[in-house]
């Protein structure tokens, strides 16, 4: 059995959605300006099926990572992509493919792009070598 809202629930929800709504017609103004800028100054065209606005607290996506206001993540599929390419210079390397000083630089070269993300303990998990790793 549900409970019907008090009146003072339904007043705040109501201003809830005019608070948004004015929100959305600013970032409607702002998006125009931005255009615009990009347009007279930088002679740039935004591609309309990809330009969205969103809020921060969902994260920009950028070069793999999820940048929020507080932190950055690596993305799953780039992480995924990363050790992807991890086990296949392992393979490389333990078939002559490629040098130990080839293999060491891709590996930092991982490493190091992850390291721009707040990753310390994941990238601990996936270079720090473990006993069971051949």
């Known amino acids: 059995m ?14 809830e959605l005019e608070k948004s709504e004015l929100e959305l017609k600013h970032t409607g103004i ?20 990809s330009t969205f606005l969103n809020s921060r607290l969902n994260g920009l996506s ?22 992807g390419k991890l086990k296949e210079k392992k393979k490389e390397f333990h078939a002559g493919l490629i040098t130990e000083d080839r ?16 990753s310390f303990h994941l990238r601990s998990s996936v270079f720090v070598p473990r006993a069971d790793v051949g």
């Open 103 to 118: 293999f060491v630089m891709s590996v930092r070269s991982m490493f190091y792009h992850l390291s721009f993300a707040n």
């Open 62 to 83: 950028f070069l793999g990572f999820r940048i929020f206001p507080n932190v950055i993540r690596v993305k799953r599929e780039n992480l995924k992509r990363v050790k």
């Open 30 to 49: 702002v998006l125009r300006e931005v255009r615009t800028f990009l347009g007279d100054q930088l002679k740039l065209i935004l591609n309309p099926r």
């Open 2 to 15: 549900t409970q019907k809202p008090t009146y003072e629930e339904l007043e705040l929800r109501v201003q």
